[in-house]
C-alpha cells in the first residue's frame, strides 16, 4: 500500500504522527509511506523505517518570495515530484488550509480530518473522505486516530513507539555522562526563569555532572552564556543542525526542557525527559511516550495559553507560575525519573 502523508510543520506536530505511521506499519507491513514536510525537518520523517521516500517543502520561505520560487523552478519540482506517484490514500494529517493546494494536487483519494476535528474546519472540503476525531485527545492519540481510519485497521489497545531508528543518527556532538536544559521557546511565556536554570545547573555541579546547553538563535545563544556563567561544568553547545541535535540528545543520561520543539525530540528519542508546563497545556499537545515527564506549573491562570506573560516582567519569578516549580522541586523529579526502571 502506497500512502502520502501531509504533515508538515512544526517540529512537534511531526514527531507527533510517528507513533501513527509506526502503528500503520505493523497493521500494514506492505505500507510504503512518502512524506511531505518543511525543509526544517526534512531529516525526521527519514529515521522512520516506514518511510520511503521524503518530499520536502518551503512553504514558509515561499510565502515570503512567491515569485522567486516560481520563477526559480522550486514550486514547479516540487509539484511535479508530487504528481508523478499515484498512491492508494493521500493523508492530510495537518487539516491546515496551508497544506490544501499539496492535498488536491496529489494523485489518490484523499483522506483527512472532518470540518469540526481539523484546526482550520475549511480545510475539509479538499478530502474525499472525512474522519471525525475528538479535539479533547492528545495530539499523537488524534493522529493514530486518524490514520486507523483512513487506512483501515482498528487501534492497538498498547500505546506504540515512534519508531525512530537511532543507527540513522551521526555521532553526538559530546560524549560521557551529561545532562542536556532546553532553555530555548519561541514564547516568552514558556520560558524558565534564568534564576531557576542556574540553580539546576549548581545542583547537578555538586552531583558532578556536564550539563550542555544548545541554541537555535541569537537570543538562546545569550541566554546559554548568561546560563554557563562561571560554572565550570556547565558549556555552550555549538551552532546543531536537527541530526546533530537529535544525536545529542539521545546521548543524554537525561534533559530537562520548557515546551518547544526540542523537548518533544528528547521525549520521541526515548531520552529520560522532565518538560516544564506553565503558560501551555500539556494535556492536548505535551510530551508523550515512554521515559519522560511532564511538570505543570500550579497558578491561577495557568494555562493562560497566552505568548506573552500579562504579568510585569519586573515580578519575580517572571512568569509567575514558575513560582513553585523551582530548581528544588525540577532536581527532585529529575532524579527520580533517571531511576525509573
Not at 512544526?10 to 501513527?20: I, K, R
Not at 515512534?162 to 530555548?184: K, N, Q, T, V
Not at 519569578?317 to 522541586?329: E, F, I, R, T
Request: with cysteine.
Amino acid at each position: 500500500m502506497k500512502l502520502l502523508l501531509i504533515k508538515t510543520s512544526s517540529l512537534g506536530d511531526v514527531l507527533h504522527a510517528l507513533p501513527a505511521l509506526t502503528e500503520a506499519k505493523a497493521r500494514i507491513p506492505a505500507l510504503d509511506c512518502h512524506w511531505v514536510v518543511e525543509e526544517g525537518y526534512a531529516d525526521i520523517p527519514a529515521w522512520h523505517p516506514a518511510v520511503g521516500a521524503v518530499l520536502a517543502v518551503a512553504i514558509r520561505r515561499w510565502r515570503g518570495a512567491p515569485l522567486a520560487a516560481l520563477r526559480g523552478g522550486e514550486l514547479g519540482r516540487f509539484f511535479a515530484r508530487l504528481r508523478a506517484e499515484r498512491y492508494d490514500c493521500v493523508l492530510d494529517a495537518q487539516g491546515l488550509l496551508k497544506t490544501a493546494p499539496i492535498t488536491l494536487l496529489a494523485r489518490g483519494p484523499r483522506v483527512g480530518f472532518d470540518r469540526r476535528s481539523a484546526r482550520e474546519g475549511l480545510a475539509s472540503v479538499c478530502y474525499d473522505r472525512t474522519v471525525p476525531v475528538d479535539r479533547r485527545q492528545h495530539a499523537v492519540e488524534r493522529l493514530r486516530s486518524l490514520f486507523a481510519a483512513a487506512l483501515g485497521y482498528t487501534l492497538s489497545p498498547t500505546p506504540p513507539a515512534y519508531g525512530i531508528d537511532r543507527a540513522c543518527l551521526p555521532p553526538p556532538a559530546e560524549h560521557g555522562d551529561y545532562l542536556m536544559f532546553l532553555h530555548g521557546s519561541t514564547w516568552p511565556s514558556k520560558l524558565w526563569p534564568q534564576a531557576h536554570w542556574r540553580a539546576l545547573i549548581a545542583r547537578a555541579g555538586q552531583e558532578g555532572l556536564k550539563v550542555l546547553l544548545p541554541f537555535g538563535n541569537a537570543d538562546e545563544q545569550r541566554r546559554a552564556q548568561a546560563l554557563a556563567k562561571d560554572f565550570a561544568h556547565a558549556r555552550v553547545l555549538p551552532p546543531l543542525r536537527l541530526p546533530q541535535l537529535a544525536a545529542t540528545l539521545a546521548g543524554a543520561r537525561a534533559v530537562v526542557g520548557v515546551d518547544s520543539g526540542p523537548t518533544h525530540l528528547a521525549a520521541a528519542l526515548g531520552t529520560p525527559t522532565l518538560s516544564l508546563y506553565g503558560a501551555t497545556d500539556p494535556a492536548l499537545t505535551g510530551t508523550w511516550g515512554a521515559h519522560q515527564r511532564r511538570l505543570q506549573a500550579r497558578f491561577a491562570c495557568a494555562p493562560c495559553l497566552k505568548r506573552v506573560c500579562r504579568f510585569s516582567a519586573g515580578a519575580a519569578p517572571h512568569p509567575p507560575c514558575y513560582g513553585a516549580l523551582d530548581a528544588d522541586a525540577v532536581w527532585a523529579q529529575l532524579q527520580s525519573l533517571w531511576s525509573a526502571p
